[in-house]
């Protein structure tokens, strides 16, 4: 299992650097498109690496991190809808 955490640490990062990377090639740095990217990788990463019979616990904190990113995602697209009706 140590292994799984390790290989799953290492991806994520790996996929925050390809973001970042991507951004400064665009030329948007965007707080809030890094981090839409960055949940939508960790998401994956949970969903792969999840067993129907064992939870270890850094698996059970990987989904109640991802857990809480879908509610900042959700604060996020709420601003952004609001910000579209008031104008």
Known sequence: MNRKR???SAVFI???MVIVGLMLIVGTLDLEV?????LIGLLVIVILIDTSSLQPDHLRRM???A???ILIFGYIVANR??????Q
Request: aromatic residues 18%; proline residues 0%; without cysteine.
């Open 6 to 8: 390790g290989l799953s």
């Open 14 to 16: 790996t996929w925050m």
């Open 34 to 38: 890094f981090f839409v990217m960055a």
């Open 63 to 65: 989904k109640y991190l």
């Open 67 to 69: 857990a809480g990113g």
């Open 81 to 86: 809808i609001m910000g579209l009706l008031s």
